[in-house]
């Protein structure tokens, strides 16, 4: 699926006469997932990025900006030559997006190998963290396991004695079970990844849930797939019997297929709806009111991500041929967060803090996600020391 | 009751519930192609429409009940049109003429579905009392919802039985997957019983789909991976025969179910929970082409052929 | 003379013609995304003119032709994240594990006909889907990123384009070549008799079983050896690649170019991708397309478009 967005500042344009890089327009290229049961992930992540161009004034560094979407159907390949294409046919400035870390595995050598600066809004897989970091990278979300590690704390924090994990069996699913196993002082008495994306019955899962009886049941399905989980947990009658704890299971864009069933299951997130600083109150603001719906993490994350790209250009006024000091300035990651100020590690990953979210029910009714309490401060994730650079 | 014996119950009644839904999609398949020898790869395109039709209809009636009959009957007319339209072209044909046709009409029908619905996919809510959990005996949950799946498809493989078994229609179906030419030489509207056919199959194949779309979600190409184990059960089955289609169907589903579920005990002997947890499904969707494999070698006919063919 | 040019050998000519100069456009313009397209077209194109010589000359259909490029690509991946990347390690083990595997399978498969051996065929391949999306140590589903490309010492650089380029080129050209030659002895006849009326070739006293196995062998290992190009052209491999709807994209490329004709397959796969690259930038649905135009090729059109083309006559 591809769309294009131009937009055109007409006075920027007419002045740009002599062959002076500064003087063009920047080029975008976004991979994200625009079709099957996930597009509203990307849709959202789209409708974030297009806010923050309306609150840039449709410019980045003051130049005109091209954004161009492409779907990867939540395919590793497909992703990979998606991604090839807007830096061979193309020739984008950045790439933005990826919401999958399979697909962002896959699609990253093309990337690094053309020196093109790719920022992930969403997936933080483990070896882009450590191995095989570099400089070219960044990440606007989280590693994947420093997620469920918070959630690991808080399960401490309640004193769960053993616990059953369950997950998908790709990229983010292993990292999330790694993350929890790396705090999570109890004992785990069963793990389980299923097949993934195709996998939404969890009946054989729930089964052996049942018959294990553990204090708690972790869980990261995001997505349709999180909707699927969470309504056979409660149709299997569990929810009443086993606590559930989540990552990325509950977000913005499931509560509403979850309904009731969400009420009353923590997650962790690095960013919920009510932070209280004001970028974000300005973005949850104008995105409801632009798009009727609240926005989720997704588009919080890809909101930073536009800000970010846009720090490093008006660092180099322009000039997007100067890498080497557009990543100086990303690293210093100078702009207005939504999650609040936070700094890079050596990884290009945030080092911020995670907070507990809970869904409650508003007195008019309709369920929101609220932030309770905040679980870890200035956490950084566990694999920095694996990259090379400094 | 002892905690391994409730789990073995309950992915042996997650086997047999696959194992129905399965039997409902090779129904069709098998006797369009027992009857009128045509390989129909887009018969997953019926059970995706089955399923969006559903969701679509249950949205616009706010009735579950009311949504699945509207979409059977929609799926049936859409099953219709398709034989008249292009199946009919195809009757005599190389087998291979059939697969690339079909093959073409699930590209068409998955775009189809796309322009028409969006590339988001549908949900298909359920009503309330058939969300929770029944104890079926004492310590055994089961969701409500996949009991009902069970005690439906039975009744429609009854229904079907007792169809095909016990009256003229039923009749000439048989007669017609032995012997094309005798049926039509002896004045049956031949033209008339194939379109009909053709329309009860895709309909089974539609039901199949919105059964599952209130666990799975109706999306675009849901039909593809579910085609082919239809194919396989058919085969096992023997082409043109019922009663193989339901053999095989259960055996099917339960060798899949279970197997997902008790391979990775096995493997975890040896390897992390990571890798066997990727091995036993992929073996357990092996075991499903090994066992048409064997019973290829041992009946190239399948289980039950029908026979004259 | 004439006979030489009729519209058909045109086509054909000056495809070949343009496919041997677009590299020298490329490098010129500098515009390199059209020799990624027409590389991968290429080596498609060789897995089709392999699949051709068994189901197009020798009606044997195999649903499951998709399987050889994914064990030669997955032969190439495993050993380059092993370490070992020396083309002359892999190519050969490729196409010895494709040749076992067509041998076995084979085997197996020849004993049955018409939709039985579609779906037997198909069987295997899903088998072998299934055992790499299994293999957790090489990706699973997700797939495997390949580092380094098949390192063929000074003979020849496969990380640059054109280099790469001119030996996918050269590979088809001297599968098409093989192919005919085949087609045209013995060997060829029997395949192609066979298909058209078995019985009688039994009569005359050939063992079929024999030669056609042999058949599916060459097939094999020459879409294997595409699967390896494929590896290094995209860096990377995964279990989609062997996906049953993989071996129906062969099989659609080579109906729509024409069976049983030599650069039928070449046709076809660049009709296909470049009708898949066009019409997606001019609508999102053009599925629905292709879709349909398949459906009347098959009940209106047999040949193909080298059907089309040879009924032709030069004026």
């Known amino acids: 699926m591809r769309k294009t967005l131009i937009t055109a500042s007409a006075l920027m344009v007419s002045l740009s006469v002599s062959a002076l890089a500064q003087h063009k327009s920047i080029k975008i290229g976004f991979v994200s997932t625009f079709s099957g049961p996930t597009a509203v992930i990307g849709n959202d992540m789209r409708n974030s990025f297009d806010l923050a161009l309306d609150h840039l004034d449709r410019k ?28 061979e046919s193309d020739h984008v400035d950045f790439i933005v997006g990826y919401i999958w870390s399979n697909v962002l595995l896959a699609s990253f050598k093309p990337a690094i190998d053309s020196k093109t600066i790719i920022v992930s809004a969403n997936a933080g897989p483990s070896q882009i963290a450590g191995e095989l970091c570099s400089p070219y990278f960044f990440s606007t979300s989280w590693q994947n396991d420093q997620t469920p590690a918070a959630v690991g704390l808080y399960m401490n924090q309640k004193g769960v004695k053993n616990a059953y994990l369950i997950g998908p069996n790709y990229a983010a699913g292993k990292d999330m079970l790694t993350g929890v196993k790396a705090t999570f002082k109890g004992k785990i008495i069963g793990e389980e990844y299923t097949r993934w994306p195709d996998q939404l019955d969890f009946s054989a899962e729930l089964s052996k849930v049942r018959a294990a009886k553990p204090d708690a049941v972790f869980v990261f399905y995001p997505g349709a797939a999180g909707v699927q989980f969470l309504n056979q947990y409660v149709q299997a009658g569990l929810k009443s019997q086993i606590p559930l704890y989540t990552a990325f299971t509950i977000d913005e864009t499931t ?18 709806n009510d932070l209280p600083n004001d970028a974000n109150k300005k973005f949850v603001a104008d995105y409801k009111a632009k798009y009727k719906t609240a926005p989720s993490f997704y588009g919080a994350q890809t909101y930073d991500a536009a800000n970010l790209v846009n720090s490093a250009v008006v660092a180099v006024k322009g000039d997007v041929a100067k890498k080497t000091d557009m990543i100086k300035a990303m690293e210093k990651a100078d702009f207005a967060s939504v999650r609040g100020s936070f700094r890079y590690g050596n990884n290009h990953f945030p080092i911020q803090s995670f907070y507990l979210q809970d869904v409650v029910k ?29 | 009751m002892r905690d391994e014996v409730i789990l073995l119950i309950e992915q042996c009644l997650n086997g047999l519930q696959f194992g129905l ?56 007319a859409v099953g219709m049109a398709v034989e008249l339209i292009a199946i ?93 030419e005798m049926v039509s030489a002896l004045g049956i509207n031949i033209q008339l019983l194939y379109t009909l056919v053709f329309g009860v199959g895709a309909a089974l194949a539609g039901l199949a789909g919105l059964i599952q779309a209130p666990i799975l979600t109706a999306q675009i190409g849901m039909g593809e991976n579910i085609l082919i184990v239809a194919l396989v059960v058919i085969i096992i089955g023997g082409i043109g025969s019922i009663r193989g289609a339901f053999v095989a169907a259960i055996f099917v589903g339960l060798v899949d179910t279970v197997g997902r579920a008790f391979l990775p005990e096995l493997f975890r002997l040896v390897m992390t929970p990571a890798a066997a947890s990727a091995l036993a499904p992929a073996l357990s969707s092996m075991l ?13 006919q399948g289980l039950f052929p029908v026979d004259g063919k | 003379m004439s006979a030489i040019f009729t519209a058909r050998n045109l086509v054909i000519g000056a495809l070949l013609v343009f496919l041997a100069l677009l590299p020298v456009y490329a490098v010129a ?154 087609i045209n002895s013995r060997f060829g006849m029997v395949i192609q008799g066979s298909r058209s009326n078995e019985r009688r070739m039994r009569a005359i006293g050939f063992p079929i079983l024999r030669y056609r196995l042999a058949s599916f062998v060459i097939a094999g290992m020459m879409c294997g050896l595409a699967g390896a190009l494929l590896a290094n052209h995209t860096d990377f491999i995964s279990p989609a690649v062997m996906h049953w709807t993989r071996s129906g994209d062969l099989i659609v490329m080579i109906v729509l170019g024409g069976m049983g004709s030599l650069f039928g397959p070449l046709i076809g796969a660049i009709t296909l991708l470049m009708l898949e690259e066009g019409l997606s930038r001019v609508t999102e649905y053009w599925q629905i397309i292709v879709g349909p135009l398949l459906l009347f090729i098959v009940v209106y059109a047999h040949g193909g478009i080298d059907g089309i083309l040879a009924s032709l006559r030069r004026g």
């Open chain 2, 88 to 180: 009919r072209k195809l009757y005599g044909r190389d087998h291979l003429d059939h697969v690339l046709a079909t093959f073409g009409l699930i590209l068409f029908f998955n775009e189809l579905v796309r322009l028409v619905w969006g590339p988001a996919g549908m949900n298909l809510p359920l009503p309330p009392f058939l969300s929770a959990s029944v104890e079926i005996l004492p310590d055994v949950h089961y969701p409500a919802y996949r009991l009902a799946i069970i005690v439906a498809a039975l009744a429609v493989a009854l229904t079907l039985y007792m169809v095909v078994m016990h009256t003229r229609v039923g009749m000439l179906i048989r007669a017609g997957a032995s012997n094309r």
């Open chain 2, 21 to 76: 839904l399965l039997f409902l999609l090779a129904a069709g398949l098998t006797l369009v192609f027992g009857i009128m020898d045509v390989v129909n790869l887009a018969h997953g395109s019926f059970y995706m429409l089955g399923a969006y039709f559903a969701a679509t209809f249950a949205a616009l009636t706010e009735s579950f009940a009311l949504g699945a009959v509207l979409a059977l009957a929609a799926t049936l």
């Open chain 1, 362 to 390: 508003e007195s008019d009714r309709a369920l929101v996600l609220k932030t309770v309490a905040t679980i870890v401060k200035d956490d950084q994730d566990g694999f920095h020391d694996k990259c090379a650079m400094k």
């Open chain 3, 29 to 182: 313009t500098g515009q390199f995304f059209p020799l990624t397209l027409l590389t991968r077209i290429v080596i498609l194109a060789l897995a089709a003119t392999s699949l051709n010589l068994i189901l197009g000359y020798g009606g044997m259909v195999s649903f499951g032709h998709a399987a050889y490029m994914g064990l030669g690509g997955y032969v190439v991946g495993i050993m380059a994240k092993e370490d070992i990347t020396s083309g002359f390690a892999q190519w050969p083990l490729a196409l010895a594990v494709c040749a076992l595997f067509a041998l076995v399978v084979g085997a197996l498969c020849l004993r049955t006909r018409g939709v039985y051996f579609i779906m037997i065929t198909l069987a295997f391949a899903q088998m072998i889907y299934y055992v790499a999306v299994g293999l957790d140590r090489y990706g699973g589903d997700d797939g495997l990123t390949i580092y380094r490309r098949s390192q063929f010492t000074n003979l020849i650089d496969l990380s640059g384009k054109v280099q790469f380029y001119y030996l996918c080129l050269a590979l088809l050209l001297a599968a098409i070549w093989l192919v005919s030659r085949l």
């Open chain 1, 60 to 87: 980045i560094g003051g130049l005109p900006v091209e954004v161009i979407y492409e779907d990867d159907q939540q395919k590793p390949e497909v992703g990979k030559q998606k991604t090839e294409k807007l830096i």
């Open chain 1, 255 to 272: 509560l509403p297929r979850q309904g009731e069933n969400a009420i009353g299951i923590p997650g962790a997130q690095q960013w919920v």
């Open chain 2, 288 to 300: 499903i082409y090994l066992l048409m494999a064997v019973v290829l070698v041992w009946q190239p």
